[in-house]
């Protein structure tokens, strides 16, 4: 790709023209050669949205949640960008991908941009590309990026290293002290929302959550607040809605979304990085025919040696390169 | 073209609710390694073509059993043709008369699948046409 | 059914005969598979003997027919008596046209009538919105009014043909629009028979025309339970169907034990709005497929009788009146290809053979044009024809139950009884059917089941004739029947005209107190039929109840 194409790439997506934040988003997914150039020509344009995560376990209605959120910041005039992960089969490399369906009527509306991922190579955690696409909604001025993340493993904490505003879905019923304490949640979460309250339990959920809040060590931030909603009659979003404002601005006004900010992209260059070593490496160890395993075996080298041994090697090779 | 993943959009059109065929087909092509967007029942052409581009899909799987396809798929055809999305490879299938089909495709429609058909006939044509 | 030692006996030869002449065979010709299993994947035995049966207590288990546990049938006399009522489910276009095709199949023998609606009907909109543009009269008929039903029945005496409707959502409506022309016709509620579908569970499920959120959409039909106890003794109430659960994929077990689960959820409903279970079980009725393994499909059909007979008497202390499940039938359209179509009629035959071995109440047999368009009349005739050969050459009509004591099918009916069994108490576990379909359960097993299937065909684990094997050159030129496109035109028109003719002033009272009352829980069936007979469309009445209610969508499960 030319220089200009990127250029005019990116304008395409300042004026937020849906096919090409979509191509984008697909060139940063892929890997494209040229995705490493767009990013840093958006850089420029990012930072300016308030970006929310939603997380919680699978069928929890993050989905329904964020159809519902969506719907209320269109009552309030913002922009909205979606980024909605599902996992990807270790099995086959597909995916499928349906949270969608949870936000048939948003489709249309131009102020609004949803994109489907599938967690592709990332390990349970949010897929790389969610960055990417993040600062492509971004540098599109959307008002709010929404990331929904497939709940499970990893991601749950990956996504407070990317979020302004990490809420954290929970429901009645699924073995309600288990989530609470699970992977520290409650340590991550800055809205913990109690959905599905119009079954029978939810109450229970909140008082569960707030004893392990009241049980938990302090931490610096602010401790997180607890909240329900019935995602699927639309109650309690609204006020959902006023709380994720209110966190956004109070952390602003603290500091806390300096912070944030820092470690988001402290996160990027590592993962950055990290992409880069494993890309090198694993060319290699993946190589049969190169004997490194023989010597292993045979006790010439260790696998401390070996990883030095690679390390020089790929030095050698960036200054090269 | 894209050197990625396939991704494709399995889209149900109109009122229909026959879904057990699109639900099948998002599964064979998931196990064949593509990324499957499925929308759910009763879209609109518009959605389908809106959902279409944000999600940049290779190719657009309509199914549909309810017989409205000479109503619903020109205005789909036409949506795509002016949202420049022209290049997305449109394949359909269901309960499609034979002698519809040349109509549909001479709309664009690069191919019909109708009852009967090995879902890894679809999927051999989609990697046939868009790579990878 | 055998003593003790008869039955040590019977081991120990079938153990020689094993060891002898079935290894001798078998180290000769080999049999063609490793296992066999029916149609849902269950293990079938090489041949079945007294031991397959020796659990079974014929008065506990079997009994006779017309009694508790009604395995062996609904009716102590069965088709010896009257023989099932043969339904062929139809409707495209106009009512005009479809009146046409009801007198046609009447005129052939048919005995009973069954409608099938355009998609709009079924999901609540007139002909005229936006949303219908293409779909209307397309796969049913089209109705906007009470006029359009009018026009449908025109010419047949509703008081002695019993019409079923397969109609969910809006069943109260067209319920009210059938008492509404009865009267015209000079016919009370009371004199009417036939059936509404009316199951919204199963729409969420597996065929997707819901149009309300579920609460408000069990309300409607125990609503209507309540209305036709007092009011419609000789109408079913609803037609609790696991049909559609297995044409979306699911196993015969699976069909009875979903659908049981669903009846379970209905009856609870109705308990709960403080109906005595008495008053309205016996009018509870049922619909199942007729899929293409014939034996298992007997016993799918004697072991739904005998477990839902249980239930009612377990859970509910309902009497055995309540406890008798009666039955609708309709062959599997999913086995149906669109290769070679004639040998669609002999696929028919084999599925409509086991239902009426089964002890259906009624029967749709399928066409043989099924997977390419909605039959012509000269397909339908000979699905109905099928059935009367049945009836009346085959011979399986004149005794009851013919198939009982086999100790494959006795086995084989435990054996689905205690899996749907299992399946109930899953969903139990979730909290009823209304949760376990909520959280996706049930759709995600008829999915797992549907691509299990198409794998197995693909593979060619399974054979279909025509399709994987046994292919011949199509010939191309069928005759399909094909619905004109100026319908939609025309009901646009015919809606028009009622518009300006109707009077506007009690339409709208009418439509203002249909919605107060959805606020209060008065029952619904009043104020529908008021609204109906002020000619408010079908898609204002529904409309007045979305404003209400609000439109839901179903979970959907991938
Ligand atoms: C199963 C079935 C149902 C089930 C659906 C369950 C479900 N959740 O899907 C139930 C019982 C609910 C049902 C209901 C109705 N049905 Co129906 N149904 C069928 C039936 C028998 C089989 C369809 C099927 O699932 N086959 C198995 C799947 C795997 O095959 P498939 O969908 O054809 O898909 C294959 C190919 O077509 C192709 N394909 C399909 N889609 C796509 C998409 C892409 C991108 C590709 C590449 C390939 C592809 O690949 C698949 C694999 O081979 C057909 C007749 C038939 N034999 O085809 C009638 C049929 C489709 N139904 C019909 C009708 C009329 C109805 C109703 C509208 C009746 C009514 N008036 O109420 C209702 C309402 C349904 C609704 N809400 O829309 C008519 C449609 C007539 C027409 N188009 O002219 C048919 C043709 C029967 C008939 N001859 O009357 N139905
Ligand atoms: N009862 C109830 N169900 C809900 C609510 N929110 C979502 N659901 C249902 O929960 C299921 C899963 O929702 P989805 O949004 O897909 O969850 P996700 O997997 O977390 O994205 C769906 O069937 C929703 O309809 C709610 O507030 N109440
Ligand atoms: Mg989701």
């Not at chain 3, 008492?179 to 015209?184: H, S």
């Not at chain 3, 053979?353 to 000979?382: C, F, K, M, W, Y």
């Not at chain 3, 097993?445 to 060619?460: G, P």
């Amino acid at each position: 790709m030319e220089r200009c194409e990127i250029d005019a790439m990116i304008s395409g997506i300042r004026d937020n023209r849906p096919g090409t934040l979509a191509r984008a988003i697909s060139m940063i997914e892929d890997e494209e050669p040229d995705s490493a150039h767009l990013l840093e020509g958006l850089h420029p344009f990012t930072g300016g949205s308030h970006v929310v995560g939603i997380t919680g376990p699978p069928g929890s209605g993050k989905s329904t949640l964020t159809d519902r959120i969506t719907k209320h910041l269109r009552k309030r005039s913002k922009s909205v960008g979606v980024v909605a992960v599902d996992p990807t089969s270790p099995f086959s490399g597909g995916a499928l991908l349906g949270d969608r369906t949870r936000m048939g009527d948003l489709a249309t509306d131009p102020e609004v941009f949803i994109r489907s991922m599938g967690t592709r190579g990332s390990l349970g955690g949010l897929s790389r590309a969610v960055y990417g696409a993040i600062k492509v909604l971004e540098a599109a001025a959307k008002d709010v990026i929404l990331v929904e993340t497939v709940g499970v493993g990893q991601s749950e904490v990956d996504i407070a290293r990317v979020a302004d505003t990490v809420v954290v879905v929970f429901v009645p019923g699924l073995g309600d002290d288990v989530q609470a304490i699970k992977a520290g949640i409650t340590e991550i979460g800055d809205l913990l929302v109690v959905n599905k309250a119009d079954l029978p339990g939810a109450s229970r959920v909140e008082s569960v959550l707030e004893s392990t809040l009241n049980l938990a060590p302090p931490r610096e931030e602010p401790a997180p607040k607890i909240a329900s909603a019935s995602a699927e009659r639309d109650e309690g979003v609204e006020e959902l809605l006023d709380l994720i404002e209110e966190h956004r601005n109070l952390a602003r006004e603290s500091g806390l979304l300096e912070l944030r900010r820092r470690m988001r992209a402290r996160a990027e260059i590592t993962a950055i990085l990290a992409r880069r070593v494993s890309r090198h490496t694993e060319g290699y160890l993946s190589d049969g025919d190169n004997g490194w395993y023989r010597r292993l075996t045979r006790g010439e080298v260790s696998p401390g040696e070996l990883a030095e041994e690679l390390w020089s090697k790929l030095l050698g090779q960036e200054s090269e390169g | 073209m894209s050197e990625g993943r396939i991704r494709v959009l399995i889209a149900k059109p109109g009122l229909d609710g026959h879904d057990r065929g699109a639900k099948v087909l998002a599964r064979a092509m998931r196990d064949a390694g593509f990324e499957v967007i499925y929308t759910g029942l009763r879209q609109t052409p518009d959605q389908i073509v809106s959902a279409a581009v944000q999600e940049d899909v290779d190719v657009i799987g309509l199914s549909i059993l309810s017989g409205a396809h000479n109503h619903l798929f020109p205005r789909i055809m036409q949506l795509l043709e002016e949202a420049g999305a022209e290049h997305i490879l449109v394949i359909a299938g269901g309960v499609i008369p034979e002698e519809d089909i040349p109509a549909l495709e001479k709309l664009g429609v690069s191919r019909v699948f109708t009852p009967g058909t090995p879902t890894s006939e679809a999927i051999g044509f989609i990697r046939e046409r868009v790579g990878a | 059914m055998f003593d003790e030692k008869k039955l040590r006996e019977i081991e120990e030869q079938k153990r020689k005969w094993e060891e002898g002449p079935v290894a001798k065979t078998i180290g000769r010709f080999p049999e063609m598979k490793e296992e066999f299993t029916t149609l849902s994947g269950y293990p079938v035995e090489r041949t079945y003997t007294p031991e397959h049966i020796a659990d079974i207590d014929y008065e506990k288990d079997l009994g006779f027919p017309g009694e508790f546990p009604f395995t062996r049938g609904a009716q102590p006399t069965m088709y010896r008596g009257r023989l099932w009522t043969m339904r062929q489910y139809a409707g495209f276009g106009s009512a005009e046209e479809s009146n046409a095709r009801y007198k046609y199949l009447l005129e052939q023998g048919q005995t009973g009538l069954s409608v099938a609606f355009d998609l709009p009907t079924q999901i609540g909109y007139d002909s005229d919105e936006p949303i219908s543009a293409g779909e209307v009269g397309k796969v049913g008929v089209a109705i906007d009014s009470v006029r359009d039903v009018q026009t449908l029945f025109d010419g047949i005496p509703l008081d002695k043909v019993s019409t079923s409707m397969t109609i969910n959502a809006p069943a109260s409506i067209l319920l009210a629009m059938y008492v509404a022309i009865g009267e015209q016709g000079g016919h009370g509620p009371d004199a009417l028979s036939g059936t509404i579908q009316n199951d919204i569970l199963k729409e969420y499920v597996a065929r997707g025309t819901y149009i309300f959120p579920p609460e408000p959409s069990m309300r409607l039909i125990t609503d209507i339970f309540a209305y036709c106890s007092q009011h419609m003794p000789n109408f079913n109430t609803i037609s609790i169907s696991g049909y559609h659960m297995r044409e979306a994929g699911c196993t015969a077990a699976q069909e009875v034990g979903f659908t049981l689960a669903n009846a379970i959820a209905y009856v609870d409903a109705a308990v709960e709005a403080g109906l005595e279970v008495d008053s309205f079980a016996p009018r509870l009725s049922f619909f199942f497929a007729a899929q293409s393994d014939l034996l298992e499909e007997v016993a799918k059909f004697r072991a739904a009788r005998r477990l839902w007979a249980r239930i009612m008497r377990e859970r509910y202390g309902a009497s055995d009146k309540s406890a008798r499940l009666r039955f609708h039938t309709q062959t599997a359209g999913c086995t149906l290809t669109a290769q070679q179509p004639d040998n669609n009629i002999v696929r028919v035959t084999l599925q409509a053979l086991a239902a009426v071995l089964g002890g259906t109440q009624s029967l749709h047999t399928n066409s043989r044009d099924e997977a390419l368009a909605l039959p012509t009349e000269d397909s339908v005739r000979i699905a109905l024809r099928t059935q009367q050969i049945l009836a009346h050459e085959s011979g399986v009509a004149d005794t009851v139950d013919p198939l009982a004591g086999s100790f494959y099918v006795e086995r084989l009916t435990d054996d689905v009884e205690e899996a749907a069994r299992e399946y109930i108490r899953e969903i139990d576990d979730r909290g009823g059917a209304p949760a376990a379909i909520e959280e996706g359960y049930i759709q995600r097993q008829i999915q797992e089941s549907a691509y299990d299937h198409q794998k197995a065909v693909e593979s060619e684990e399974r054979v279909v004739v025509g399709v994987n094997r046994f292919r011949t050159e199509e010939k191309k030129a069928w005759d399909l029947l094909r619905v004109d496109p100026a319908i939609e035109e025309r009901q646009r028109e015919k809606l028009e005209n009622l518009k300006a003719s109707r009077d506007a002033a009690r339409v709208e009272t009418a439509l203002e107190e249909l919605a107060g009352a959805a606020s209060t829980d008065a029952n619904l069936m009043h104020p529908i039929l008021e609204a109906v007979r002020s000619e408010a469309t079908l898609g204002e009445i529904s409309g007045a109840m979305r404003s209400v209610f609000g439109e839901y969508r179903a979970p959907i499960v991938l």
